[in-house]
């Protein structure tokens, strides 16, 4: 074979001249004239090697070139280097004068090669879970690197983490891991990071063509209300989602989580006014129950309003979450369903499940979201922002229809002392006792 382009690229710890990942892309003629072939090799070390054959058949010169420039311009937007080429410093997404807190330090220290290797799965897990709530960009590259490195679990954390951290240089790697991970939890999550990561000029197009697999009607909408003001446009997408027969050959919860990957593609920007399909969003949240039948698409919204640090739809859907009683207690087999005993782990397995959210459940995630809103206040000035945010979803989705009526309670025990309490209208709101 004969080579007749070649291009080697690395990747460099920032801050340092440490080389962390090399790849190299080379275009060989083969011999009498059979064709052309795109090569990739690529390493972590530059010792093991892991070769890759771009080109399925071999292919006329044009087309070779084609596949070879593409396979440069993933390797460029993975965060890799040209070798040789000057370093340039990316835009800090800080400011200048902002450093690391102690505690963001010491999670940092913690994915450094020797100290990673000391953690046990469990604590990696957690760590790069932590990376991903503070935000921390500087852990990309090295969360890049630990991709496929451990179980399912760990390449969840890390596709959240990087998701929420928002450096563009690993949307190719994100890509790659929605189309290679067999999980489907890693594959969801990597296809979130990924448009949370999109690259502004191409979210148009990955729009139109999640909304390509829409019903004709719901699609029709849809177009109609990009050209109109978005509360006008909101306004008739509720109309129509409020029709069932507009979209009920789509699963709720394929629905849903298209709907909330469209919000993603939109951004998220406090400082402005919703989009169209946050707005779509919150209408949807507002009416998406917690029980049976819906409850899938109501905790995969859930994660993704985490995910996404959307405040005001995490309040929306707490809101649902505390005015839903739970369906059932948790710590017994058996559940009753129309008259009849069911096995509750066989039963809630099921994709048509007719048991969901029970008492363990429903208190864990009532729990969560106070703990998220605890945390944030814990961070002060660093996390006042999303601390306030958060407060404000969650009241302003409290609706006094919801409340209870203040009252006075007594309670004879057996020792005939009287135990005496108050309780007001929203007392059994975990959130804003």
């Not at 790849?23 to 892991?50: C, K, M, N, Y």
Request: a positive charge.
């Amino acid at each position: 074979m004969k080579r007749i382009r070649s291009e080697k690229l690395t990747r460099t710890r920032p801050g340092t001249s440490a080389v962390t990942e090399h790849a190299t892309i080379e275009l060989f003629e083969l011999p009498a004239d059979a064709g052309h072939v795109v090569h990739l090799s690529s390493s972590r070390d530059g010792l093991q090697w892991r070769e890759t054959v771009l080109t399925p058949a071999p292919l006329a010169l044009d087309k070779a070139m084609a596949v070879f420039g593409d396979a440069l311009t993933a390797q460029l937007a993975r965060g890799l280097a040209l070798e040789g080429a000057p370093l340039v410093a990316p835009a800090p997404a800080t400011p200048a004068t902002a450093s690391p807190s102690a505690a963001d330090t010491l999670l940092l220290n913690r994915i450094a090669p020797d100290a990673w290797r000391l953690l046990p799965p469990l604590r990696r897990g957690r760590t790069v879970w932590r990376l991903g709530e503070r935000r921390l960009a500087q852990a990309v590259p090295r969360l890049v690197e630990l991709i496929e490195t451990g179980d399912a679990m760990l390449d969840y954390c890390i596709a959240w983490a990087i998701g929420r951290c928002g450096d563009a240089g690993a949307f190719e790697a994100m890509v790659e891991l929605s189309r290679r991970a067999t999980d489907p939890k890693v594959t969801r999550i990597a296809r979130w990071a990924a448009l949370a990561l999109w690259p502004a000029e191409r979210r148009a197009a990955e729009a139109e063509r999640i909304v390509d697999d829409w019903p004709g009607s719901l699609r029709r909408a849809w177009t109609e209300a990009q050209v109109m003001p978005v509360a006008d446009g909101a306004a008739l997408l509720r109309e129509r989602l409020a029709d069932p027969a507009h979209w009920q050959s789509l699963a709720h919860t394929d629905w849903t989580q298209q709907l909330f990957e469209l919000a993603l593609l939109e951004g998220l920007d406090e400082d402005q006014p919703a989009g169209l399909a946050h707005l779509a969003l919150h209408d949807v949240a507002q009416q998406l129950s917690p029980a049976a039948g819906s409850f899938r698409a109501w905790r995969r919204l859930y994660k993704g309003a985490e995910f996404a640090g959307d405040y005001r739809l995490l309040g929306l859907l707490n809101q649902r979450i505390e005015t839903q009683r739970a369906g059932f207690r948790g710590t017994s087999q058996w559940a009753m369903l129309n008259g009849r005993y069911v096995d509750i782990a066989k039963e809630i397995v099921r994709p048509d499940s007719r048991l969901a959210l029970s008492q363990r459940t429903h208190d864990y995630l009532r729990r969560r979201t106070w703990r998220t809103l605890r945390r944030l206040a814990l961070r002060g000035a660093a996390d006042e922002r999303d601390w306030l945010r958060l407060a404000m979803g969650v009241l302003l989705a409290a609706d006094d229809a919801d409340a209870a009526v203040a009252a006075r309670h007594e309670d004879a025990g057996w020792n005939r002392e009287t135990r005496v309490w108050h309780s007001g209208p929203y007392s059994r709101w975990l959130v804003v006792m």
